[in-house]
């Protein structure tokens, strides 16, 4: 969410980084990286080659007996062609919930044709019941979503909530990763480091800023916070940047590592509040990953890059109390793939991204998705893009 604002078939086809690294000037840290070892370069990095095009579904539109919107993340099983969207309702309009559909991309023309729901399902907790709304005790905000082919299941990701100066009374909610079934019932969860665990102090994520980027890697999960924890420093502003975490699991659950993540100065002069962070991630291999950088500023709107970044030789800061408290380590070295705001104008919330399937051309489809927050001033907008550099064998 951003700002704080069963079976059946529908067919609705709608129209930088701080410049120090490690305690070193970025230019030397780079001359230092290149000189590493040439055999050990990294492949080349992912680069869009076309753009799609942009669907929409209309706004709140019905579904199954529930009101449509809110997507904050989607996925797709490449066995089946099935996209899997999540929506962070919190009981506003229906329980936290995920939807199934297709989007039509011609695998030769590689032409965006057409967004369709094919179902609708109600997550539910271990005793079968659905997900509190939001403030009460133990609701969920689910914010990603991922299928995992291997076991035929779901990873889905839950904001969770905290009281803070501005919502007093609001219940601590504690973030999750949890598999749930096809069906939408609970799997398991897989057990998240204590430092992100949520409070009422000024400790651990902030409110809003938590689990938002979520996705499987070969091996492994990869999950970040959407902004910095209390204790690693403040959020970002036109003047500087900030830090959030990026914590790394093998298919089990064990915490591997936890790596920073710099996430960029506010584009923009807000004329008023902003919130900035990382809305989603997505694994291009077992190191490098796409982050979706989205900000949305008072007086300007909403404005989004993509960025590729790469976990190797980052310093692992799991067992760090806090990062603004100083001392030297590697955050994760990331590079500028495209500002989605030339894409589409206005730009919107966009919170989810998956990849698509392959073209005959040999490119990859990469589809970045909107939360419309079920306001009347934002859309539900899928944008679909060719890309290179993405990993094999997908399709």
Not at 39 to 62: Q, S, V
Not at 97 to 108: A, E, M, N, Q, V
Not at 190 to 212: D, S, W
Request: hydrophobic share 35%; proline share 7%; glycine share 12%.
């Amino acid at each position: 969410m951003w700002r704080g604002i069963a079976a059946g078939a529908a067919i609705l086809a709608v129209t930088a980084v701080p410049a120090v690294v490690d305690g070193r000037p970025a230019a030397d840290a780079a001359k230092a990286t290149a000189s590493a070892g040439r055999a050990d370069a990294p492949p080349p990095g992912l680069r869009i080659t076309r753009f799609l095009g942009e669907r929409r579904l209309p706004h709140k539109m019905k579904f199954e007996g529930t009101t449509f919107g809110g997507v904050s993340g989607i996925d797709r099983d490449p066995r089946t062609g099935t996209w899997f969207l999540i929506s962070d309702d919190r009981w506003r309009y229906d329980p936290a919930r995920f939807y199934t559909g297709r989007l039509d991309i011609d695998p030769s023309t590689g032409a965006f044709t057409g967004v369709r729901l094919t179902g609708v399902t109600t997550l539910t907790r271990r005793d079968g019941s659905p997900y509190p709304g939001y403030a009460k005790p133990e609701s969920a905000d689910p914010e990603a979503i991922r299928y995992d082919p291997r076991v035929r299941r779901l990873l889905w990701g839950n904001e969770g909530d905290r009281p803070d100066e501005t919502h007093e009374g609001i219940p601590v909610s504690d973030l999750s990763v949890r598999w749930a079934g096809r069906d939408g019932r609970y799997r398991g969860d897989v057990r998240l480091p204590a430092n992100l665990k949520q409070t009422g102090e000024h400790r651990g994520p902030r409110r809003n800023f938590g689990i938002e980027g979520l996705t499987l890697t070969p091996d492994g999960i990869a999950a970040m916070v959407e902004g910095p924890r209390y204790e690693d420093g403040d959020p970002p502003t036109a003047e500087h940047g900030a830090v959030t975490r990026l914590t790394l699991w093998s298919r089990r659950g064990e915490i591997r590592a936890q790596h920073a993540y710099r996430i960029g100065r506010l584009p923009e002069e807000p004329d008023g509040a902003s919130d900035s962070g990382v809305s989603e991630i997505l694994a291009i291999d077992r190191h490098r990953f796409l982050a979706l950088e989205r900000s949305w500023l008072e007086g300007v709107g909403y404005r989004v890059r993509l960025y590729e970044f790469d976990t190797r030789g980052a310093t692992d800061v799991l067992n760090r109390g806090g990062l603004a408290e100083g001392g030297r380590y590697r955050p994760v070295t990331k590079r500028l793939v495209a500002d989605l705001g030339r894409y589409a104008e206005p730009v919107q919330n966009l919170e989810a991204m998956s990849w698509g399937p392959r073209l005959r051309s040999g490119e990859c489809t990469l589809v970045v998705g909107s939360d419309d927050n079920f306001s009347d001033e934002e859309v539900t907008q899928f944008l679909a893009f060719a890309v290179n550099g993405c990993p094999s064998g997908r399709g």
